[in-house]
């Protein structure tokens, strides 16, 4: 199962992300999520914490500032750039997800 949070700025989204997250990954379901806002929060409303929260979207700045080449795939999206958090949910910061694989 594949669910995208979107919307207006201001309106829950990552907070409605985090409680779907969380709940579902106490329910025992494997859960990924990626915050790909320009204002990544989304570890906070997870219990990252600040420390943990700003070293992944300052993973994904210093890769937007080099323009270095993102990670091809999701797998390997996940082992470089992503961090285990509570309730075993796996957490990257993402700018862009250039030729997704719908599947």
């Known amino acids: 199962m594949k669910i995208g ?18 709940t579902l990954a106490r329910l025992g379901h494997e859960v990924i999520a990626l915050d790909c ?6 570890g906070l409303a997870l219990g990252f ?6 070293r992944l979207a300052g993973m994904r700045q210093a ?3 080099e323009g270095a080449e993102h990670a ?3 797998p390997e999206l996940l082992a470089r750039f992503g961090a285990d958090g509570p309730d075993g ?8 997800i250039e030729k997704p ?3």
Do not use: H, M, Q, Y
Not at 89 to 96: D, G, P, T, W, Y
């Open 63 to 65: 890769l937007d500032a």
């Open 5 to 22: 949070v979107v919307g207006k700025g201001g309106a829950g989204k990552t907070t409605t992300a985090a409680i779907v997250a969380r």
């Open 37 to 42: 806002d320009a204002n990544p929060n989304l």
């Open 101 to 103: 694989n719908p599947g």
């Open 72 to 74: 091809p795939s999701a």
């Open 89 to 96: 949910i796996r957490l990257a910061v993402v700018s862009k």
């Open 49 to 54: 914490g600040a420390e943990a929260t700003e």
